[in-house]
């Protein structure tokens, strides 16, 4: 049972803007930074967003992540057919003492 | 470009021990953390625990008692041992690397392996 919840679906079409939730908690979300990933179909999963909202080399500046208190997000500017993939949180918990991961969201482009 | 391979077998009996490698290419095994992560079929991901170049780890606290990651710097490889597995530990295994340099959870897993696929099954 994971301790990040997320929405398990979300979708939109090219060139909207889809937002992806993430609930946690005092322990996790609300004390330590977060991580998103990308997994397109079939593959690895590929680091979107690391420390809430900063994007490592290579990552358009279309994906933009946030965090207030224990909540993240997860926003998808201008949607790209490319970007349907499973999507993930993630981040320390100090009560578990390990990693957490979201329980991910399918986004589809239609 | 660093790149991560892991390797081992693909069908493991129940109640005995996984055994997979990671091997580093393209870069050092010095200076990072060391993660395995799995995706069990159609489910998310689930972190296993990692290992500090220096030799400390962490494990997921569910699987600590059947966990063991070790690393070998002189062949740039880490590797996961997981005892008595059941079906339940069928699943994708993959390896990534964390920079170290602040605590494991800011950089996130930055490099990844393609994952290797594990059934357990008699």
């Known amino acids: 049972q994971s301790m990040l919840t997320q929405p398990p679906s979300a979708s939109g079409t090219p060139g909207q803007r889809v937002t992806i939730s993430c609930f946690g908690s005092s322990s996790n979300i609300g004390s330590n930074t977060v991580n998103w990933y990308q997994q397109l179909p079939g593959t690895a999963p590929k680091l979107l967003i690391y420390?809430?909202?900063l994007r490592p080399s290579g990552v358009p500046d279309r994906f933009s992540g946030s965090k207030s208190g224990t909540s993240t997000s997860l926003a998808i500017s201008g949607l790209h057919s490319e970007d349907e993939a499973d999507y993930y949180c993630g981040t320390w918990d100090d009560s578990l003492n390990g990693f957490v991961f979201g329980t991910g969201t399918k986004v589809t482009v239609l | 470009q660093v790149k991560l391979q892991e390797s081992g077998p693909g069908l493991v009996k129940p109640s005995e021990t996984l055994s997979l490698t990671c091997t580093v290419s393209?870069?050092?095994?010095?200076?990072?953390?060391w993660t395995w992560i799995r995706q069990p079929p159609g489910k998310g991901l689930e972190w296993i625990g990692y290992?500090?170049?220096?030799?400390?780890?962490k494990y997921k606290p569910s699987l600590k008692s059947r966990v063991t990651i070790s690393l070998n710097t002189s062949k740039s490889q880490f590797s996961l041992k997981l005892s008595s597995v059941t079906a339940a530990d069928t699943a994708v295994y993959y390896c990534?690397?964390?920079?170290?340099?602040?605590?494991?959870?800011?950089?996130?897993?930055?490099?990844w392996g393609q994952g290797t696929t594990v059934t357990v099954s008699s």
């Open positions: 990534a690397r964390t920079r170290s340099d602040l605590p494991y959870y800011y950089y996130g897993m930055d490099v």
């Open positions: 420390s809430n909202n």
């Open positions: 290992m500090y170049y220096s030799g400390s780890t």
């Open positions: 393209g870069g050092s095994i010095s200076d990072y953390y």
